[in-house]
């Protein structure tokens, strides 16, 4: 059984205006959006804490790191391509991008720690090791770093998992970044 998606044109009220944000903001309605529409709350709660992480300490880059470090560990279909799009619109570093979808080890070393920081805070359920905590340290990163990786861990449990349920279609202006598309 998957979670449904909802059409925007037979969507409750409770969740047609969150629809129609959609539709005015990407000049599409996300199928993620679609999936989400399901429970308001959910659909609340995501957008509030995706607006919470992208205002974080964080540069467009290090945004990247961080979910698409997440989205490869947690294989979501739909969030891979959908962030790299989004990390083009964001004019990441496209070598930055590849790198992260393949899951190569990066070049920078303070990206590199925060990429190895983040998919250890996801394996390790949030317990970092002290050889982990301060090669993250050391990279120049602090306390606010590490608890704004908490913030786009859940941020992306949401996404992932209701991708999950839901198989969400990757939505056409992503589909050239599906890998092997």
């Not at 925060?114 to 993250?136: C, I, V």
């Amino acid at each position: 059984m998957t979670v449904q998606l909802i059409d925007p044109a037979s969507a409750s009220a409770a969740v047609k205006a969150k629809l129609d944000a959609s539709q005015a903001a990407f000049g599409f309605v996300p199928g993620l959006h679609k999936a989400l529409a399901n429970s308001p709350q959910t659909f609340d709660a995501y957008a509030y804490l995706h607006e919470q992480f992208q205002n974080t300490s964080f540069d467009a880059a290090e945004l990247t790191v961080v979910w698409q470090t997440i989205n490869l560990y947690h294989e979501c279909h739909y969030c891979l391509p959908a962030h790299t799009g989004i990390a083009h619109s964001m004019k990441v570093d496209p070598a930055l991008i590849d790198a992260l979808n393949e899951g190569k080890a990066l070049d920078d070393p303070k990206l590199r720690a925060l990429q190895a920081t983040t998919r250890a805070m996801a394996d390790q359920r949030g317990r970092l090791s002290e050889e982990q905590e301060a090669a993250f340290r050391a990279a120049g990163y602090g306390d606010q770093q590490l608890l704004e990786i908490i913030l786009g861990l859940a941020q992306k449990v949401i996404s992932n998992y209701v991708n999950h349920l839901a198989d969400t279609p990757v939505d056409a202006p992503f589909k050239k970044f599906v890998k092997n598309a």
